[in-house]
T-cell receptor
Framework: ETGVTQSPTHLIKTRGQQVTLRCSSQ?????VSWYQQALGQGPQFIFQ???????GRGNFPPRFSGLQFPNYSSELNVNALELDDSALYLC?????????????FGEGSRLTVL | GQQLNQSPQSMFIQEGEDVSMNCTSS?????WLWYKQDPGEGPVLLIA???AGELTSNGRLTAQFGITRKDSFLNISASIPSDVGIYFC???????????WGAGTKLIIKP
């Protein structure tokens, strides 16, 4: 067990709605990355937060936004949900920007958009 | 989004057999990593490789960082039932810290 916790584990939304996903990072980790994993695919990088600032973003539109709090926990917000947003959303924490590539993942939040 | 070319897509093997999977990219990576994902879980790091040509073992697992820095392979020797799962390769550029992932190799052990 990595110590990274995500909530909720499952949720169902309808098109156009908004969703907030939450992540508590492993103790001592100051970097949180968010990934989207579609069924049967590898994870796709959404963005990374380091010491409360966004530090890199993948090819995702602005309706995907995030926050990191002083205790290094994080939120992922998605506005105007689309059917293609249905996926497993993974949060990963790491030390100092994950320069080694070693990420500690939570179990994910499975989002279904109807 | 960008993904690595990982093969095979799935493997059906007998317990005790050796397993081999690989990953290729059109880009040069600074780091290659292999993760395993079990159902309902997030990926877990198995092996990290930081130098071209590097060969690293973790128990029955062995992985190599290709000399061209555009490929990597993972071998599992004498497979056991708990090896079942999806194995992902991931590459990391020197210039930023995001990981680029393959689509995964699903390992199934025949009864």
């Amino acid at each position: 067990e990595t110590g990274v916790t995500q909530s909720p584990t499952h949720l169902i939304k309808t098109r156009g709605q908004q969703v907030t996903l939450r992540c508590s990072s492993q103790s001592g980790h100051n970097t949180v990355s968010w990934y989207q994993q579609a069924l049967g695919q590898g994870p796709q990088f959404i963005f990374q937060y380091y010491r409360e600032e966004e530090n890199g973003r993948g090819n995702f539109p602005p309706r995907f936004s995030g926050l990191q709090f002083p205790n290094y926990s994080s939120e992922l917000n998605v506005n105007a949900l689309e059917l293609d947003d249905s996926a497993l959303y993974l949060c990963a924490s790491s030390l100092e920007l994950a320069g080694t590539g070693e990420l500690f993942f939570g179990e994910g939040s499975r989002l279904t958009v109807l | 989004g960008q993904q690595l070319n990982q093969s095979p897509q799935s493997m059906f093997i007998q317990e005790g057999e050796d397993v081999s999977m690989n990953c290729t990219s059109s880009s040069i990576f600074n780091t290659w990593l292999w993760y395993k994902q079990d159902p309902g879980e997030g990926p877990v790091l198995l092996i990290a490789l930081y130098k071209a040509g590097e060969l690293t073992s973790n128990g029955r697992l062995t992985a190599q960082f290709g000399i061209t820095r555009k490929d990597s392979f993972l071998n599992i020797s004498a497979s056991i039932p708990s090896d079942v799962g999806i194995y992902f390769c991931a590459g990391q550029f020197a210039s930023n810290y995001q990981l680029i992932w393959g689509a995964g190799t699903k390992l199934i052990i025949k009864p």
